[in-house]
Nanobody, 121 residues
Framework: QVQPVESGGGLVQAGGSLRVSCAAS????????MGWFRQAPGKEREFVAA????????LYADSVKGRFTISRDNAKNTVYLQMNSLKSEDTAVYYC??????????????WGQGTQVTVSS
């Protein structure tokens, strides 16, 4: 069992940058693909980015390609989402999710509680 815990959200001006982190407990972290999702007020949760267990493969939503970068540090059981050139439409609660072992594209089974990212225009 893996429990993701997000951190690093906050308020940032449009055009700025922010990095959110997700620490996942459990000894099997290095076997799990990880993903980031977000949910804006009044909207459904949407996929943002995913990374394979070794970090060699990534996926991005079209809306964040070229601006967001997902990465991971298996020694620290942590996955990151670096967000650059932020826009007001990036405002949302960002959720981290862990996938089933050695599964790509990932299927997710555990979710964090989310961290708020607010971009002011």
């Amino acid at each position: 069992q893996v429990q993701p815990v997000e951190s690093g959200g906050g308020l940032v001006q449009a055009g700025g940058s922010l990095r959110v982190s997700c620490a996942a407990s459990g000894r099997t972290f290095s076997t799990l693909a990880m993903g980031w999702f977000r949910q804006a007020p009044g909207k459904e949760r949407e996929f943002v980015a995913a990374i394979s267990w070794g970090g060699s493969s990534t996926l991005y939503a079209d809306s964040v390609k070229g601006r967001f970068t997902i990465s991971r540090d298996n020694a620290k059981n942590t996955v990151y989402l670096q967000m650059n050139s932020l826009k007001s439409e990036d405002t949302a609660v960002y959720y981290c999710a862990s996938g089933f072992p050695f599964t790509w594209p990932p299927r997710y089974d555990y979710w964090g509680q989310g961290t708020q990212v607010t971009v002011s225009s």
